[in-house]
């Protein structure tokens, strides 16, 4: 392998030890738990400031919102893993010229995105049983949401590529200065302008943006591992990258539908008051899986690097010592979510709300999940950044899907509402089973 053109100070080069590590993935946890303060401050602000009847809008405009993040998300993991694969390999000049062509794909998919949403949105919300006032939230949310579809590519896009360079620290400060200036601008147009759920959702594109204006600047430059270069258009790596992120695709989607489902099950069991919920208990799930993410994230490039160098022995550090970190932080996790429930719930609705009852028993169930999530995030996205795309894709679907519909659709019928919030955690432990089957069928070949 000939890697005779990387920077002297290229990272991978560092032993794989637990400070190392941590210099990877720390960056990333918490660029993704600012990331998912960008959906969770729109619920604080719109709860407290407009109703919670917003606040279920804000969740049933979230499959469709899922659909942006699922085709993004594909295009930067599986695209990352393939760009990182080569530059392990020693083709850097190959590789630039495929990042600036995946680049370009991600604005041409948002555009296409941006203008199909345009026309199916109003013909979706009106034909769900739903009050005017929470359809007209609904409405106005999408609507201003999907102006920045193509930031939003670009954004999920810059930030794992940002992390495969060695950039962390600057994809956190894009992430935290986006997130500051979402918390900002929520409450200058919904509580001084007057803005109304609209507002909520321009806030947050203007949030996202701060990245993909970051990136374009960063990735010019031509002192950086990645760099624009004029692209080759090569359909075969186009492909490559979109299988290889299936999983992760496969993730996002199956969560709007996921989404879909649970509301659904609120209408019929508790009405807009389980929707407004089931939002709540959503954003601290989301709030808790942001860390196994952004630690999946962050290792995830250096599993592509070693695996392309064809270096075993730290391949196999590095898997270890993470199965360790994500077994200590999933008890940590459980554990603070189950004793700080009514608090959390407390930040988003009062306690004479109807909803507060509902939320914090659910919070309470669901939040035994948090054991299940951190290896199940894991094992996906290791086998993606092994180039594995479809064992990646077959964990995430399953999960994601084969498991949570099947437990949503027996345990609600057997014990009600209280079924509702333990198919997450029952889907979670089947996933963990099949997990540890996989992971252990390709020990040998994949040598971790």
């Not at 991600?106 to 769900?128: C, D, E, H, K, T």
């Not at 345990?411 to 955690?425: E, F, S």
Request: hydrophobic content about 55%; overall charge positive.
């Amino acid at each position: 392998m000939n890697n005779k053109n990387l920077p002297a100070e290229n990272v991978y080069q560092k032993p794989v030890t637990l400070k190392n590590i941590m210099k990877f993935a720390v960056p990333t946890i918490v660029m993704t738990v600012f990331m998912s303060f960008y959906t969770m401050v729109d619920g604080l602000f719109v709860s407290n400031l407009i109703g919670t009847g917003a606040l279920s809008a804000i969740n049933l405009t979230a499959p469709a919102i899922t659909l942006v993040t699922a085709v993004s998300t594909m295009l930067a993991t599986g695209g990352s893993a393939v760009i990182m694969k080569k530059m392990g390999a020693g083709l850097q000049e190959e590789s630039r010229q495929d990042f600036t062509f995946l680049i370009l794909v991600n604005v041409a998919v948002g555009l296409i995105m941006y203008l199909i949403g345009r026309v199916v949105m109003q013909p979706i919300f009106s034909s769900m049983s739903l009050s005017s006032e929470v359809s007209g939230y609904c409405s106005e949310y999408l609507e201003r949401y999907l102006l920045f579809t193509v930031p939003i590519l670009l954004m999920n896009n810059f930030t794992l590529y940002m992390i495969a360079i060695g950039k962390s620290q600057v994809s956190l400060i894009c992430t935290a200065a986006g997130g500051v200036l979402n918390i900002v601008l929520d409450y200058v147009f919904i509580a001084i302008l007057d803005m109304g759920i609209g507002g909520a959702a321009i806030a947050t594109g203007l949030g996202y943006s701060v990245t993909a204006v970051a990136g374009l600047f960063i990735f010019s430059d031509k002192k950086n591992l990645l760099y624009f270069k004029k692209p080759v258009v090569r359909p075969e790596v186009l492909l490559h990258a979109a299988s290889n992120g299936s999983s992760e695709m496969a993730t996002s989607l199956v969560t709007g539908i996921v989404t879909l489902m649970f509301n659904w099950i609120m209408l019929k069991y508790a009405g807009e008051d389980g929707v407004a919920a089931i939002t709540i208990i959503m954003y601290v799930l989301m709030f808790a899986g942001s860390i196994y993410t952004g630690y999946a994230y962050g290792v995830a490039p250096m599993i592509s690097f070693y695996y392309g160098e064809k270096n075993q022995l730290k391949l196999k550090s590095l898997i270890t010592a993470s199965l360790k970190i994500i077994g200590a932080v999933s008890v940590l996790a459980m554990a603070l979510s189950i004793a700080a429930t009514r608090p959390l719930v407390s930040v988003f609705v009062r306690p004479e709300n109807p909803v507060f009852g509902l939320a914090v028993t659910g919070n309470r169930l669901c939040s035994l999940a948090l054991l299940f999530i951190g290896f199940n995030i894991f094992a996906s996205s290791m086998f993606t950044a092994l180039s594995n795309g479809f064992i990646s894709a077959l964990l995430a679907f399953t999960r994601s899907f084969v498991f949570m519909v099947a437990a949503m659709l027996i345990l609600p019928a057997v014990l009600g509402i209280n079924g509702a919030w333990l198919a997450n955690p029952a889907a979670e432990l089947m996933a963990l089973f099949l997990s540890a089957f996989m992971f252990f069928r390709y020990k040998k070949r994949y040598r971790y």
